[in-house]
């Protein structure tokens, strides 16, 4: 591949100016590649900040039309809802997930009534927003039953999917459930509704600021590593993408992000699907607080996302979407 050598090959030369290393480029990062996730709240005219986040809100559901303009003036493709529901609501079975009136579904109309399909709408599929224990299935002996979760899940997809959801991401790991919920929601007439799947979802260390923000931290009893993957793993994840490809996934989620760019180019490699990278809530505040001390400089955020277009994801779940795609613009 290499032809001539030094001094008479130089690589610097093509570095020289800004227009030649734009000319050069092989990867460019555009608000098309990114998702803003949105944190929601109980009550009204809320925006609190997440003090494990400085800069990231919950918003009741009555603001989130302010948040979504922003992103689709950003040119900003979509949006992922998260909620934070009140301890009141929390049961060992997260039954309010299946509440067609709880925080996820309310967003969900309020959006699809405003904005149609402008900017697409993404929702998690799991329970531990909802549980009292913190984990994203019923439990039993400190276990996470899988094939009882996957019916609960099952409904909770076909409820979001009534409320206008345009994505459905389950995001707990349980085996099987994408091509349950995949059945499911052609009976329930939702063939055109998308399934990203979190098919790479390793136990990490790096979600302990998102469960601050759904109020799951100190709740949590345990860890996650019945479900979610070892971090130790990478064949393991090659198994986990083809299993639910198989199953009928349009789209597969590798998460957290950084850690695992070996991981996304592995599956970028092997099979051709989209791919997403879900920059976690862990990544955020490090990049965060590194710039808020001037430890780094705040290109170090465009660098890290561009990682994820080099490693070979299609788009970023990014807590920095909205700042970062004004600057794009
Ligand atoms: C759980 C879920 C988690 C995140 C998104 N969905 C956390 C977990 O598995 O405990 C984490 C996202 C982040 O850290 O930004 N269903």
């Known amino acids: 591949m ?14 020289k100016y800004s227009w030649t ?87 969900l109309r309020i959006a699809k009534k405003k904005y149609k399909n402008e900017i697409g709408l993404m929702t998690d599929v799991a329970l531990d927003p909802y549980t009292s224990h913190g984990h994203d299935g019923i439990i039993k002996k400190n276990y996470v039953l899988n094939d009882e979760t996957i019916k609960i899940l099952v409904d909770q997809s076909i409820l979001q999917a009534q409320m206008g959801s345009d994505i459905i991401a389950p995001s707990d790991m349980m085996d099987g459930r994408i091509g349950l919920i995949r059945k499911a929601l052609d009976k329930n ?66 998460k957290p992000g950084m850690p695992y760019l070996d991981i ?22 490090l990049i965060k607080s590194g710039i808020q001390k001037k430890i780094i400089n705040d290109d170090a955020i465009i660098e890290s996302l561009i990682s994820f277009k080099r490693a070979g994801a299609n788009a970023i779940i990014t807590y920095f979407a909205n700042e970062i795609a004004k600057k794009l613009d």
């Open 2 to 15: 290499i032809t001539g050598k030094y001094p008479s090959l130089r690589l610097r030369r093509n570095r």
């Open 21 to 107: 290393r734009r000319l050069v480029r092989e990867n460019e990062l555009s608000s098309s590649d990114l998702i803003l996730p949105i944190f929601l709240e109980e009550g009204k005219n809320k925006k609190i900040e997440i003090s494990t986040m400085p800069g990231v809100f919950r918003y009741s559901v009555d603001m989130i039309t302010k948040v979504i303009d922003k992103a689709l003036k950003n040119k900003i493709p979509m949006i992922a809802f998260f909620p934070n529901i009140h301890l009141s609501k929390k049961n060992k079975f997260g039954t309010e997930a299946l509440n067609e009136n709880n925080l996820v579904c309310k967003a």
């Open 189 to 254: 007439n939702f063939k055109n509704v998308q399934l990203l799947s979190y098919a790479v979802k390793y136990a990490s260390n790096f979600y302990g600021p998102f469960r601050d923000a759904v109020g799951s931290k100190t709740r949590l009893k345990g860890d996650k590593k019945n479900y979610q993957m070892d971090f130790s793993n990478s064949d393991e994840a090659l198994r986990e993408v083809a299993l639910d490809i198989k199953e009928g996934a349009d789209i597969v989620m590798v």
């Open 264 to 285: 996304i180019s592995n599956i970028k490699n092997k099979f051709k699907i989209p791919i997403f990278a879900y920059q976690v809530s862990g990544e955020y505040s």
